[in-house]
Protein backbone atom coordinates (compact mmCIF):
# COMPACT_ATOMS: atom_id res chain seq x y z
CA UNK A 1 0.00 0.00 0.00
CA UNK A 2 1.41 3.01 -1.21
CA UNK A 3 1.22 6.57 0.55
CA UNK A 4 -1.44 7.84 -2.32
CA UNK A 5 -3.16 5.02 -1.50
CA UNK A 6 -4.31 6.88 1.90
CA UNK A 7 -3.61 10.39 2.10
CA UNK A 8 -6.09 13.30 1.68
CA UNK A 9 -5.51 14.86 -1.51
CA UNK A 10 -7.12 18.29 -1.00
CA UNK A 11 -5.62 19.63 1.83
CA UNK A 12 -5.69 23.22 3.16
CA UNK A 13 -2.57 25.39 3.33
CA UNK A 14 -0.99 28.92 4.23
CA UNK A 15 1.43 30.74 3.82
CA UNK A 16 4.36 32.31 5.64
CA UNK A 17 2.39 36.12 6.16
CA UNK A 18 -1.05 34.01 7.54
CA UNK A 19 -2.04 35.52 10.64
CA UNK A 20 -2.78 32.99 13.14
CA UNK A 21 -6.29 33.74 13.61
CA UNK A 22 -7.10 33.16 9.74
CA UNK A 23 -4.73 30.00 10.63
CA UNK A 24 -7.01 29.17 13.30
CA UNK A 25 -9.96 29.54 11.15
CA UNK A 26 -8.76 27.32 7.93
CA UNK A 27 -8.19 24.94 10.83
CA UNK A 28 -11.89 25.00 11.89
CA UNK A 29 -13.39 25.20 9.05
CA UNK A 30 -11.13 22.32 7.86
CA UNK A 31 -11.45 19.79 10.50
CA UNK A 32 -8.00 19.68 10.90
CA UNK A 33 -4.99 19.84 13.46
CA UNK A 34 -1.87 20.64 10.65
CA UNK A 35 -1.68 23.07 7.89
CA UNK A 36 1.51 23.01 5.11
CA UNK A 37 2.67 26.76 4.84
CA UNK A 38 3.73 26.98 1.28
CA UNK A 39 5.22 29.74 -1.09
CA UNK A 40 3.54 31.20 -4.02
CA UNK A 41 4.58 29.02 -6.24
CA UNK A 42 3.15 26.31 -4.07
CA UNK A 43 6.63 24.77 -2.39
CA UNK A 44 6.14 23.81 1.22
CA UNK A 45 8.43 25.35 3.58
CA UNK A 46 7.36 23.70 6.50
CA UNK A 47 3.93 23.33 8.72
CA UNK A 48 2.33 24.61 11.47
CA UNK A 49 -0.06 22.51 13.99
CA UNK A 50 -2.45 23.73 16.22
CA UNK A 51 -0.60 23.03 19.35
CA UNK A 52 1.97 25.48 17.79
CA UNK A 53 -0.60 27.88 17.61
CA UNK A 54 -1.70 27.37 20.65
CA UNK A 55 1.74 27.50 22.53
CA UNK A 56 2.66 30.55 20.58
CA UNK A 57 -0.48 32.26 21.70
CA UNK A 58 0.28 31.21 25.31
CA UNK A 59 3.78 32.47 25.37
CA UNK A 60 3.35 35.86 23.85
CA UNK A 61 1.32 38.85 24.82
CA UNK A 62 0.01 39.67 21.71
CA UNK A 63 -3.45 39.42 19.43
CA UNK A 64 -3.28 35.86 17.39
CA UNK A 65 -4.26 38.84 14.59
CA UNK A 66 -0.60 40.38 14.85
CA UNK A 67 1.30 36.83 14.73
CA UNK A 68 2.22 35.82 11.63
CA UNK A 69 2.83 31.66 10.92
CA UNK A 70 6.44 32.27 10.00
CA UNK A 71 7.29 33.72 13.39
CA UNK A 72 6.03 30.56 15.10
CA UNK A 73 6.60 27.95 12.39
CA UNK A 74 9.17 25.31 13.66
CA UNK A 75 12.23 24.61 11.34
CA UNK A 76 12.44 21.44 10.76
CA UNK A 77 10.14 20.14 8.15
CA UNK A 78 8.99 16.21 8.02
CA UNK A 79 7.29 15.44 4.77
CA UNK A 80 7.48 12.00 2.83
CA UNK A 81 6.32 11.64 -0.99
CA UNK A 82 2.93 9.89 -2.55
CA UNK A 83 4.62 6.95 -3.85
CA UNK A 84 6.03 5.78 -0.35
CA UNK A 85 4.97 2.60 1.11
CA UNK A 86 2.98 3.24 4.10
CA UNK A 87 5.19 1.68 6.09
CA UNK A 88 7.95 3.65 5.48
CA UNK A 89 5.48 6.46 5.79
CA UNK A 90 4.48 5.11 9.21
CA UNK A 91 8.50 5.13 10.38
CA UNK A 92 8.97 8.87 9.83
CA UNK A 93 5.85 9.72 11.59
CA UNK A 94 7.09 7.46 14.66
CA UNK A 95 10.59 8.27 14.43
CA UNK A 96 9.99 12.28 14.18
CA UNK A 97 6.74 11.67 16.69
CA UNK A 98 4.44 13.37 14.69
CA UNK A 99 0.88 12.72 13.14
CA UNK A 100 1.05 14.15 10.12
CA UNK A 101 2.83 14.51 7.48
CA UNK A 102 2.37 16.75 4.13
CA UNK A 103 2.85 14.75 1.23
CA UNK A 104 5.41 16.69 -1.64
CA UNK A 105 6.53 16.13 -5.01
CA UNK A 106 10.17 15.75 -6.31
CA UNK A 107 9.75 19.30 -6.55
CA UNK A 108 8.49 20.07 -3.22
CA UNK A 109 5.00 20.82 -4.36
CA UNK A 110 2.56 19.83 -2.15
CA UNK A 111 0.22 16.66 -3.39
CA UNK A 112 -1.43 16.25 0.13
CA UNK A 113 -1.38 15.06 3.75
CA UNK A 114 -1.09 11.86 5.33
CA UNK A 115 -2.57 11.53 9.08
CA UNK A 116 -2.42 8.82 11.50
CA UNK A 117 -6.39 8.90 11.34
CA UNK A 118 -6.31 8.23 7.30
CA UNK A 119 -3.85 5.35 8.65
CA UNK A 120 -6.02 3.85 11.13
CA UNK A 121 -9.04 4.12 8.91
CA UNK A 122 -6.93 1.91 5.95
CA UNK A 123 -5.48 -1.03 8.41
CA UNK A 124 -7.31 -3.89 8.55
CA UNK A 125 -7.37 -6.98 10.83
CA UNK A 126 -5.39 -9.64 9.57
CA UNK A 127 -6.51 -12.97 9.89
CA UNK A 128 -5.19 -16.50 9.47
CA UNK A 129 -5.37 -17.04 5.70
CA UNK A 130 -4.36 -13.66 5.02
CA UNK A 131 -2.23 -11.09 6.21
CA UNK A 132 -3.01 -7.33 4.95
CA UNK A 133 -0.32 -5.08 3.67
CA UNK A 134 -1.45 -3.07 6.64
CA UNK A 135 -2.30 -4.47 9.64
CA UNK A 136 -4.30 -3.01 12.94
CA UNK A 137 -1.65 -4.51 14.93
CA UNK A 138 1.26 -2.63 12.84
CA UNK A 139 -0.55 0.91 13.25
CA UNK A 140 -0.72 0.03 16.96
CA UNK A 141 2.88 -0.79 17.14
CA UNK A 142 4.26 2.17 15.77
CA UNK A 143 1.67 4.47 17.87
CA UNK A 144 3.05 3.28 20.53
CA UNK A 145 6.57 4.55 18.95
CA UNK A 146 4.76 7.81 18.35
CA UNK A 147 3.07 8.08 22.00
CA UNK A 148 6.10 6.91 23.86
CA UNK A 149 7.56 9.99 26.23
CA UNK A 150 10.72 11.41 24.93
CA UNK A 151 13.61 11.33 27.39
CA UNK A 152 12.19 13.48 30.86
CA UNK A 153 13.88 16.30 30.69
CA UNK A 154 13.18 19.08 33.54
CA UNK A 155 10.79 21.94 32.79
CA UNK A 156 12.54 24.50 33.81
CA UNK A 157 15.53 22.97 31.75
CA UNK A 158 13.43 23.28 28.46
CA UNK A 159 12.17 26.80 29.12
CA UNK A 160 15.66 28.27 29.75
Known amino acids: MRVADVMMGT ?5 ANTNLAAAVE ?3 KRNCGMLPITTPEGKVTGVI ?7 ALGTRNRPAAEITVAEVQPQNLVACRADDD ?10 K ?8 DTEGHLQGVLSLDD ?3 HANASTARR ?3 LSSSDVVEYMKRIYRPNEVVAFEAAVA
Open 11 to 15: PASCT
Open 26 to 28: ILW
Open 49 to 55: TDRDICI
Open 86 to 95: ILTALAILAD
Open 97 to 104: KVRRLPVL
Open 119 to 121: IVQ
Open 131 to 133: LPE
